[in-house]
C-alpha cells in the first residue's frame, strides 16, 4: 500500500547535496536521469560531477550543475559531448545538462544550440516529505533530433505542462471577462459611429432644399400651389387646407 504522506516543493541544494553527490547518486542508478534504462561506461572526463551513460544507440555525456548556471559549464558539458564522440564513435551522442533550473541568463542560449546540437537540458524537480526526499527528472528543452518520448523525463515534463496550461487557463479567466467587455465596448463604439454617419448623412440631406419649398420649411412636393401674394383663384384652394401645410395638419 502506497504511503502518502504532506510535502513541499525544495531543490537538491537546500537538502544539503552538493553536484559531487548528485553525480555519485546518477551514475549509480543512471536510470534515474529519466532518459530511459542506461549504463555508465568510460568517458572523456573525470570530473565527479560528470559522467557517460549509454543505450543501445546512443551516449548521453551528462554533467551536473546545481545552483545558478555558469557559462563555464555550459562550455563543459559539449566539451565531454564532443571528446566522447572520438572515444565511442559507434554511438550516436548527446549532450545532457543536469540543473535545478535552466537560468533565465542562458535559456536563449540553450534553446539556440539546441537547435543545432544533440543537446537535452533535464530540471530536477525535489519534493521534500517529512523524512524523505522525491527527485522528479523532466525534460526542460531538447533538440528536435533526440527522440525522448517514451522516457520518464519526458513524461514528466508533460505532465507539468499539462498542469501549468490548466494553471494559465484558471487566471485567464478574468482575461476572458475582460476580452468580452473589450467586444461589448468595440460594437457600442461601432454602432454610436454609424449613427453618427446616419446623422452626417441626413443633415446633409436636410441641406438640399426641394425644388418646391415653402415658407415653412416642410416641403411641397406635390406641386400644390402657394400663395404667391396674387389674389387668384388659387387662394380659395389654399383657404380650402388643400395647400401643403394644411394638408399635412390634417394627417397629423
Given amino acids: 500500500m502506497t504511503n502518502i504522506v504532506s510535502g513541499a516543493v525544495s531543490t537538491v541544494s537546500d537538502l544539503g547535496k552538493d553536484e559531487a553527490?548528485?553525480?555519485?547518486?546518477?551514475?549509480?542508478?543512471?536510470?534515474?536521469?529519466?532518459?530511459?534504462?542506461?549504463?555508465?561506461?568510460?568517458?572523456?572526463?573525470?570530473?565527479?560531477?560528470?559522467?557517460?551513460?549509454?543505450?543501445?544507440?546512443?551516449?548521453?555525456?551528462?554533467?551536473?550543475?546545481?545552483?545558478?548556471?555558469?557559462?563555464?559549464?555550459?562550455?563543459?558539458?559539449?566539451?565531454?559531448?564532443?571528446?566522447?564522440?572520438?572515444?565511442?564513435?559507434?554511438?550516436?551522442?548527446?549532450?545532457?545538462?543536469?540543473?535545478?533550473?535552466?537560468?533565465?541568463?542562458?535559456?536563449?542560449?540553450?534553446?539556440t544550440l539546441a537547435e543545432h546540437l544533440p543537446l537535452v537540458v533535464v530540471e530536477l524537480q525535489v519534493w521534500k516529505g517529512e523524512n524523505e526526499a522525491i527527485v522528479v527528472p523532466h525534460v526542460a528543452l531538447s533538440s528536435d533530433d533526440v527522440d525522448l518520448s517514451d522516457t520518464p523525463a519526458a513524461k514528466a515534463a508533460a505532465a507539468m505542462a499539462r498542469t501549468e496550461s490548466v494553471e494559465a487557463a484558471a487566471s485567464g479567466e478574468t482575461d476572458g471577462d475582460e476580452a468580452g467587455e473589450s467586444e461589448v465596448v468595440t460594437e457600442a463604439e461601432a454602432a454610436v459611429a454609424e449613427a453618427e454617419a446616419q446623422a452626417e448623412a441626413d443633415a446633409e440631406t436636410a441641406g438640399d432644399v426641394p425644388e418646391n419649398k415653402d415658407d415653412t420649411g416642410v416641403g411641397n412636393p406635390w406641386g400644390l400651389p402657394t400663395d404667391d401674394g396674387a389674389n387668384d383663384e388659387d387662394d380659395d384652394v389654399r383657404s380650402s387646407g388643400a395647400g401643403s401645410t394644411g394638408l399635412l395638419s390634417k394627417v397629423g
Fill in 21 to 111: 553527490w548528485m553525480g555519485g547518486w546518477l551514475r549509480e542508478q543512471p536510470s534515474r536521469l529519466g532518459l530511459g534504462e542506461l549504463t555508465v561506461t568510460d568517458g572523456a572526463s573525470d570530473d565527479e560531477r560528470s559522467f557517460v551513460a549509454t543505450d543501445d544507440d546512443r551516449c548521453f555525456s551528462v554533467d551536473v550543475q546545481l545552483g545558478e548556471m555558469e557559462a563555464s559549464r555550459g562550455f563543459q558539458v559539449l566539451d565531454n559531448w564532443a571528446r566522447n564522440r572520438v572515444q565511442h564513435p559507434d554511438k550516436t551522442h548527446v549532450a545532457v545538462l543536469v540543473t535545478e533550473v535552466v537560468s533565465d541568463r542562458y535559456e536563449t542560449t540553450l534553446e
